[in-house]
C-alpha cells in the first residue's frame, strides 16, 4: 500500500499532538513502512507532517543540505500505547497490544515547529540499544 497525503488544518486533538497550533496548515505523508528486504513485514506507522508554508519537495526526496539539518534541533519523545484496529490490520498486529509512538519535532534555527514525524511500533518491533 502506498502512503497516502493531504493538506491538513489542524484541530485541537491534531494540534495537541503535534505539538503547533490548532487551525494552521499542514502536509502530511502517512502509511506503513516495512522492511525492503526479506519477507517486507511492517515496521510501523508513518506519519509525517510538514509545516503548510514549508516546501514539500523538501519532505517528499528528503533533499536536506547538511547545513540545513545541523542548524535544526529535534526533540525526541518515547512514548507507551496500544494499537487500535485500523492500525494494527495495517501492520497486521493484535488490536490492542503495545505499541511504542517515537514523536520526532523537527525546529529550524529561530525554534519555529518545522516538521513532525510520529512513528507508531508494535512493541515487539522497535529497540534502542544504548552503549556507554
Same mark, same amino acid.
Given at each position: 500500500v502506498n502512503p497516502q497525503t493531504a493538506e491538513v488544518i489542524l484541530d485541537s486533538a491534531r494540534a495537541q499532538r503535534l505539538g503547533a497550533r490548532r487551525g494552521s496548515m499542514w502536509f502530511v505523508i502517512e502509511g506503513v513502512r516495512a522492511l525492503r528486504k526479506g519477507n517486507g513485514m511492517p515496521l510501523c506507522w508513518s506519519e509525517q507532517y510538514l509545516r503548510g508554508d514549508f516546501p514539500r519537495a523538501k519532505l517528499i526526496r528528503a533533499d536536506f543540505t547538511l547545513e540545513e539539518v545541523a542548524a535544526q534541533s529535534v526533540e525526541q519523545l518515547v512514548t507507551?500505547?496500544?494499537? @487500535?484496529?485500523?492500525?494494527?490490520?495495517?501492520? @497486521? !498486529?493484535?488490536?490492542?497490544? !503495545? !505499541?511504542?509512538?517515537?514523536?520526532?519535532?523537527?525546529?529550524?534555527?529561530?525554534?519555529?515547529? &518545522?516538521? &513532525?514525524?510520529?512513528?507508531?511500533?508494535? !512493541? @515487539?518491533?522497535?529497540?534502542?540499544?544504548?552503549?556507554?
Open positions: 507507551a500505547s496500544v494499537l @487500535d484496529d485500523p492500525m494494527a490490520g495495517a501492520l @497486521d !498486529a493484535t488490536p490492542g497490544s !503495545a !505499541a511504542l509512538v517515537i514523536t520526532r519535532r523537527h525546529l529550524d534555527e529561530r525554534g519555529r515547529l &518545522v516538521s &513532525v514525524g510520529i512513528h507508531t511500533h508494535p !512493541a @515487539d518491533r522497535y529497540s534502542i540499544r544504548t552503549t556507554l
